[in-house]
């Protein structure tokens, strides 16, 4: 992480602005000792970045904040739920009113399983928020943007035979609406939270959508 970081700010002072963070297909096992200790293995991130054609009349500073997201796992037959304890919309709150703007959230590869009973359990994966301010607004704490957290919930279509999954209905809608409101989207989480019911071969996924607007002066 300490390297991607230092990827993040030798980019932005040569006036890159970071998009997104994507993992690639590149992945790296855990070595036998780390297994048995409990390590998770590592992905390569890709960093999209915007650069200037010309020389930049601003700069842009960010900070990677690390937010663990815990899920609560109660598994059953035929049917099973799991459902994630944080709070996005008072976390993104806490840093938009100290004047920056989310860019993206990015899982790691750190990750945990706590068993809290016969049938339950609790999960703890680490998220990456990265946040964006102008760097010569880096002491100004005053708000630039307001936030909202819309939560999605996706249905998968799982079709045994041919061996592949469809998705039924679209958020383009949401992201329409919003956008017609002045709302940019920041980014899509994807969290464990499922649901499924008995024999059925459908299976409901939250995704949430990160909307940011600029605040009217």
Not at 7 to 25: A, F, I, P, Y
Not at 199 to 214: C, G, P, T, V
Request: with cysteine; aromatic share 10%.
């Amino acid at each position: 992480m300490a390297q991607l970081i230092q990827q993040v700010k030798d980019m932005s002072s040569r006036g890159g602005r970071l998009v997104c963070l994507e993992s690639s297909l590149s992945t790296k096992s855990p070595s036998f000792l780390g297994s048995l200790q409990g390590k998770a293995g590592s992905a390569d991130v890709d960093l999209l970045f915007q650069m200037p054609v010309q020389s930049p009349s601003t700069l842009y500073t960010y900070q990677a904040v690390n937010i663990p997201i815990v899920s609560k796992v109660k598994q059953g037959f035929p049917t099973g739920k799991i459902q994630t304890e944080c709070d996005f919309s008072e976390q993104l709150q806490s840093f938009l009113t100290e004047g920056w703007k989310l860019v993206d959230i990015f899982y790691d590869s750190e990750f945990s399983m706590k068993a809290i009973g016969r049938s339950r359990s609790r999960v703890s994966q680490n998220s990456v928020w990265f946040f964006e301010k102008e760097l010569d607004r880096i002491n100004d704490k005053s708000p630039q943007y307001e936030g909202a957290v819309i939560e999605y919930w996706h249905t998968v279509k799982y079709r045994s035979l041919k061996g592949r999954a469809t998705a039924e209905g679209s958020w383009n809608d949401v992201v329409v609406e919003m956008g017609q409101q002045g709302w940019e989207l920041a980014c899509l989480v994807k969290l464990r939270d499922q649901t499924s019911q008995p024999f059925s071969s459908k299976l409901k996924m939250k995704i949430l959508l990160i909307f940011q607007r600029k605040l009217l002066r």
